[in-house]
Structures are given as C-alpha cells and as structure tokens.
C-alpha cells in the first residue's frame, strides 16, 4: 500500500463547477500537509499547506481528518487555468523521507 | 538566484552512459533535496543535505546512483552507467531551514533523463 494515495482521476468538470480531491495517507506520526500543483512538464509548486482547522485561500478550502488520516481539496467556481495535476504531500518530522508525495489528481477544466 | 536552477533541462544518455546534473539551489539555502519524478508518477524522495552534509540517502535506487553538494551550495546528482528504469524527471529543491519538508519548499524545474 502507498503511504499516500489519491484518487488518479482525470476529473473533466466544466467551468464554474466545484470540484473535491481526497487523499489518505498510512504513516499516522505525519506532522505536516500540503496541496501542490503541478502543470503538464512543469515542477510542483505548493499551492497550500493544510491545518488541522481547515484553511481556505480564495477559491480554494482544504481540510484535514488526522483521525481517519485524511486530507481534502475543495476548488470552488473553478477556472480553465485550474487544469493541472493536484499532488497531496504528507510529511513527518523525525523519519527518513521528510515529504511523501501522493501519485497526484488530474483536473480539466472544460469551456 | 531568484528560484532554483537545473541544467541540463533535457538530457538523453545511452544505456551505460554515465550522467551528470546539476542543481543550483536559492541563495542560501541550508536543504537541498532530490526527488525523482516517473511519468504518472508523484516525486520520490532520493536524498537529502543539509549545508554540504548528505545526511540522509535512503531514497537511492542503487549504488549507481550518487549525489554531493562539496561546498554546501550546488549539487551534482551523478548517475552510472544508466539504465532504461533511470529515465524519468529528476527534480531538486531547497528550503531555507533545515525543517526537513514541515513547510514545503521551492522545486526547480528539473532534468528530464531519457535513457535509450
């Protein structure tokens, strides 16, 4: 089993549609959490961390369950420019690989 | 420099071929990190420094593969004799604190290998 799995997609929503990514992850000592995006043939860039209260940046909510050991995205009234891959990153302070990445979701966003 | 650089961007090696690639980390950064990237694939962790110490390398492949960073700024990640299961993006990023990933940090935009 990955230590963090995603759900591959593709997710093909239209514009303006609200679209959610899950995550889980197994290594329950994890201390932090991330969302990254990642844009065809580009490197990841963080998109948002992800507290233990929830967080919100604009169009963009992310929630943790640290109970189930889960992680979601939520991308509200969602844009063509938010096709890419969403890459849910887990790390655990103290152990050898400090950030796990997910296999990512794809997302299209259709005219 | 403003973000981290990688040369070469592209590279193509012939099997057996031994490969060299660099990376140029942000101006004073204390972590640099490798990662390895498949295609259809998130980043896997290869190795880890903190200033010019590699203090952890769990994450290489084999005994082909070989990473420094003398001077505790510039990497080099040395790949021999590459095989076909080599190619892939392989992408470097740094953090100003050692926190070992508790913020995230800066990728470059990586060297894509391809080993024929």
């Known amino acids: 089993r990955k230590e963090v799995e995603q759900d591959p997609g593709p997710f093909n929503v239209p514009e303006g549609a609200t679209v959610a990514f899950n995550c889980t992850y197994s290594?329950?000592?994890?201390?932090?959490f991330f969302w990254y995006r990642q844009d065809c043939r580009k490197e990841p860039k963080l998109l948002m961390s992800?507290?233990?209260s929830g967080n919100e940046d604009g169009r963009f909510t992310a929630q943790l369950n640290r109970a189930s050991q889960y992680i979601s995205l939520l991308i509200r009234d969602s844009k063509l420019s938010d096709s890419a891959t969403y890459l849910c990153?887990?790390?655990?302070?103290?152990?050898?690989?400090?950030?796990?990445f997910g296999s990512g979701t794809q997302l299209t966003v259709l005219p | 420099g403003a973000g981290v650089s990688q040369s070469p961007r592209y590279k193509v090696a012939k099997r057996g071929q031994d490969v060299a690639l660099r990376c140029d980390p942000i101006?004073?950064?204390?972590?640099l990190f490798w990662y390895q990237q498949a295609l259809g694939q998130g980043p896997e962790f290869l190795t880890y420094?903190?200033?010019?110490?590699?203090?952890?390398k769990s994450g290489l492949p084999s005994d082909r593969f070989f990473a420094e960073r003398p001077e505790g700024s510039v990497s080099t990640l040395k790949i021999q004799r590459t095989q076909q299961e080599d190619s892939a993006v392989y992408l470097c990023?740094?953090?100003?604190?050692?926190?070992?990933?508790?913020?995230?940090?800066?990728f470059g935009s990586g060297t894509r290998l391809t080993v024929v």
């Open positions: 101006s004073g950064h204390v972590s």
């Open positions: 990153v887990v790390g655990s302070s103290g152990s050898a690989r400090q950030l796990t």
């Open positions: 990023a740094s953090s100003l604190v050692p926190d070992r990933g508790v913020r995230g940090y800066t």
């Open positions: 290594n329950s000592a994890s201390q932090s």
């Open positions: 420094f903190q200033n010019e110490a590699q203090l952890d």
């Open positions: 992800v507290y233990s």
